[in-house]
């Protein structure tokens, strides 16, 4: 029998294909993973991954053997699920993309947990990691990025990125600053960014190739390194706020669309859940301004 625990591993090598974030978004060892995966193989009988120094593929068995792993481990996230329904508070597993401003989660999670009989299991990450949580039955609805998921709900807010950086900054003042103006500028990666492909190939077609001072996953770090004055990033709207400056980047028209993405499973529970509705209630009016 293939223990539950096996199939996680290989979904996480499958989705991430890399043993090393698998063994992180699992939180387990690497060599405790790729020991895992060296016995389903062994109890499958075939191997799942073509392994090289810089990827791993799946084999033709191992592209077979996904299908029905994503399907028992949905099943197995819903038989969980309806274990927790039984209890007299309704669970909620929502997914939050972290290119938040954590200010705005703080009093959308506050409004949320005042909702009785109904209580909030909280999984934060970027999109890559939240949608195979969504497909695998793991988490009930996501809060993010709207695309063409056909999963995609209501639009809670529509927004632009801007360059950001202390508003004591020489160029603070300016309402909107080209490429050519920045060139010189120490900037700050963030890894996290949906954006982030978009915003490299945007100063590499116009010859800006920037010392980079920090690299973060963290946004509040971000922040923190813009007031301090160790450089600029292009960061989404919402994270306008006092010492922070966003003057316009010229030419750089990218527009993120928030809203909430619903496992068709968990639809009839989660789209008439109150504290959804109140979370996503405080985060429209905070965009809003309402």
């Not at 996480?12 to 939180?27: E, I, M, P, T």
């Not at 039984?86 to 972290?98: E, F, N, Q, T, Y």
Request: hydrophobic share 45%; aromatic share 6%.
């Amino acid at each position: 029998m293939i223990e539950r625990y096996l199939i996680r591993y290989f979904l996480a090598v499958v989705d991430h294909g890399n043993f090393s974030r698998a063994a992180l978004q699992c939180d387990i060892s690497q060599p405790t993973l790729s020991a895992g995966i060296a016995k389903l193989e062994a109890q499958i009988g075939h191997l799942m991954f073509h392994r090289t120094n810089r990827r791993v593929e799946l084999t033709p068995a191992g592209v077979r053997f996904a299908i029905h792993a994503r399907r028992i481990e949905a099943e197995f996230a819903r038989a969980q699920n309806a274990m927790a329904e039984s209890d007299s508070s309704k669970l909620i597993r929502l997914g939050i993309i972290s290119t938040l401003p954590s200010a705005w989660i703080e009093d959308a999670a506050r409004q949320a947990c005042r909702v009785e009989g109904e209580k909030l299991e909280i999984v934060e990450g970027g999109m890559r990691e939240l949608l195979p949580r969504l497909e695998r039955g793991r988490i009930d609805a996501v809060i993010g990025v709207l695309g063409n998921d056909p999963r995609g709900r209501d639009v809670l807010f529509e927004e632009g990125y801007a360059l950001a950086m202390s508003d004591s900054h020489p160029l603070a003042s300016r309402g909107m600053l080209e490429a050519e103006d920045v060139a010189a500028m120490d900037m700050i990666v963030r890894r996290n960014c949906e954006a982030l492909p978009m915003v490299s190939r945007f100063f590499t077609q116009r010859g800006v190739r920037p010392f980079f001072a920090a690299r973060t996953v963290n946004d509040d770090r971000t922040i923190a390194f813009l007031r301090a004055g160790l450089g600029i990033t292009v960061m989404p709207r919402c994270f306008a706020q006092p010492g922070v400056a966003m003057p316009a980047l010229a030419g750089f028209d990218q527009q993120r669309k928030i809203g909430t993405l619903i496992d068709p499973a968990a639809a009839a529970r989660v789209e008439d859940s109150i504290s959804l509705s109140q979370f996503c209630k405080v985060l429209r009016e905070k965009a809003t301004g309402s």
